[in-house]
């Protein structure tokens, strides 16, 4: 159990926007640049690579021209799976929202019990740690059984797969709170609802928000392999579809589309995480 | 016996610790009158910290009884508020909000809003830190964040303020400027006070009688020594002062001949008060 690593996701260096050009041509220079000659170096290889007229897979300028009009047009709607990529992207998302608030308000109880109860610890661990390590995938078949409807045994995958990080954190969060604060809420004599809100819930922020982004990733992973084998609108299945219909430039895409919305999903709970553990880090 | 404002009657400790049972103190019997200044000092480990923490009612002792104008103790509460030697202020709570947490709960129904906002500003200014209300723990220094602990405690108008080698993290120079404040604030309000320490400058500088334990396990109170110096104190003026030499002289000799520390004092410390991972590890 290492309290180390608590503070080194949260607080970054932020850059307060002073005078502001040249603070922001260093910034550019500094955390733009970079990334981008990257960027650029790996397009130019892959172009290169695959610009021959055997290779199996299209380079990024057939990719540009097959896909173009998915990217300027994200919000058609022809009927039935046949959507833009924004409304693909929002049904994966919605089924995403349902399951990992789910598994926010679950997780953090849970955890918050097992922290706070020898008891549940010892009885409930051996459980929370044998189910963690079930691929997420697993669980679809016997959710299908049980829901007998594809939405319902989505989100069931979500929230089944982003739980266990949010429980063992959260619960590490909980037993990790100093006993210096505990003993200043018993002279105070905070009752449980005080405790919970002023002492616990911002004593182990920094821990849960860690927990938060796990799990958020986590579930961004697998909704895409969910949608795949339920089908409907999404852009799992977007990919399966695509790739059944041998639109190996619609699978590029997609797959740029995923990735960036995870990293925006991933940044979302950081900022969260940030704004709300301000200050809660030791001093 | 009840006659005593508070009296701690027979208190005896034992730990048990990986299976083998310490007897950390033995057959404690302390009367304190209204208004004292009680110092305990003792070597690292001997147990005066289990002493204090027992009066606080944070730790329940093995047998024996503490009784504080005529009730038993046995929780704490806001009438005996201790000050820790870590100040344990709530990191994520401001100034004000550290002290008004305590001031809220403890006045909830003898005040009104206005009053306890009135009283959280008059004791922060009574240890000089009106200045850095909205101020966050992190952003002032040890000896601000001390005066900050000492605020909230004093807030709860405890009928016994429980000092836990309150200046042992500080250095020489504030420290010394601490004692003078904790002197002058005692002199206006006539505070009972307890505290431990292991210096035996700021004990006899401050106190009107020296508990002094002896070494571990099984401590117990070895001599009790009568502080008789006017008081307002002042520091320069006692270096001079013959009685003050004496008392000094006397609580050296007996800790550094009578009870003389020949053990390992980690050791020692290890074995008289289970540290956290000791606790935990039982747990």
């Known amino acids: 159990m290492t309290t180390s690593t608590r503070t080194e996701t949260f607080h970054k260096p932020t850059f307060n926007a002073g005078p502001a050009l040249i603070r922001l041509r260093d910034t550019l220079v500094k955390n733009v640049l970079p990334p981008a000659v990257i960027l650029a170096l790996l397009l130019g290889i892959w172009e290169m690579l695959c610009s021959s007229p055997t290779a199996a897979l299209p380079p990024p300028s057939q990719v540009l021209s097959d896909t173009w009009e998915l990217i300027v047009n994200p919000f058609y709607d022809y009927g039935g799976n046949d959507k833009g990529m924004g409304w693909q992207i929002l049904a994966s998302l919605e089924r995403v929202a349902y399951g990992y608030l789910l598994a926010v308000v679950v997780g953090i109880s849970l955890g918050v019990l097992v922290g706070q109860s020898t008891w549940a610890l010892r009885g409930l661990d051996p459980v929370f740690q044998v189910l963690r390590t079930v691929p997420p995938l697993a669980w679809l078949p016997i959710s299908l059984a049980g829901f007998q409807d594809s939405t319902p045994s989505a989100i069931f995958v979500i929230f089944i797969t982003a739980i266990w990080p949010i429980i063992i954190n959260t619960s590490v969060g909980v037993r990790n709170i100093p006993e210096d604060y505990r003993n200043v809420a018993r002279v105070i004599r905070l009752n449980g609802a005080e405790y919970f809100t002023r002492i616990m819930l911002p004593a182990a922020a920094p821990y849960i928000f860690s927990g938060l982004r796990i799990g958020v990733g986590l579930s961004w992973l697998a909704i895409v392999a969910a949608e795949m084998l339920i089908g409907g609108v999404g852009i799992g299945f977007f990919i399966w579809d695509a790739w059944n219909a041998s639109m190996l430039s619609d699978i590029v895409l997609a797959l740029v589309y995923v990735g960036i919305v995870g990293f925006f999903l991933d940044r979302i709970v950081a900022f969260i995480g940030n704004c709300v553990t301000r200050g809660t880090t030791q001093s | ?283």
Request: aromatic residues 4%; glycine residues 6%; hydrophobic residues 40%.
């Open chain 2, 1 to 283: 016996m009840a006659t005593h404002y508070l009296s701690v009657e027979q208190v005896e400790m034992t730990f048990a610790t990986k299976g083998a049972t310490t007897n950390v103190l033995k057959d404690i019997n302390l009367a304190v009158e209204r208004g004292e200044y009680i110092s305990i000092i003792g070597h690292s480990g001997c147990g005066k910290s289990t002493l204090l923490n027992i009066i606080a009612g944070l730790t329940e002792s093995t047998s024996g009884a503490v009784i504080l104008d005529g009730k038993e103790v046995n929780a704490p509460g806001p009438d005996r508020s201790v000050v820790f030697q870590n100040h344990s202020l709530l990191p994520w709570l401001t100034v004000y909000e550290n002290v008004s947490l305590a001031v809220n709960k403890t006045f909830s129904r003898s005040k009104s809003k206005a009053e306890r906002h009135e009283w959280v500003l008059k004791n922060l200014d009574m240890v000089g830190m009106s200045h850095a209300l909205s101020k966050r723990p992190a952003e002032i220094s040890g000896g601000m964040k001390q005066r900050v602990g000492i605020a909230r405690a004093i807030s709860m108008e405890p009928k016994v303020l429980l000092l836990d080698e309150p200046f042992g993290a500080l250095d020489a120079l504030t420290r010394a400027h601490l004692q003078e404040e904790v002197m002058r604030i005692q002199d206006e309000l006539g505070n009972t006070v307890i505290m431990i320490t292991h210096d035996v400058d700021e004990a006899v500088l401050l106190s009107d009688r020296i508990v002094m334990l002896t070494n571990g396990p099984s401590a117990r109170i070895g001599e009790i020594l009568d502080i008789d110096l006017p008081r307002p104190r002042n520091r320069i003026e006692l270096a001079d002062n013959p009685n003050y030499n004496h008392y000094r002289q006397e609580v050296l000799r007996f800790l550094y001949e009578k009870q003389r520390k020949v053990e390992n004092l980690a050791e020692r410390r290890e074995k008289a008060v289970p540290t956290n991972a000791a606790k935990k590890a039982r747990a």
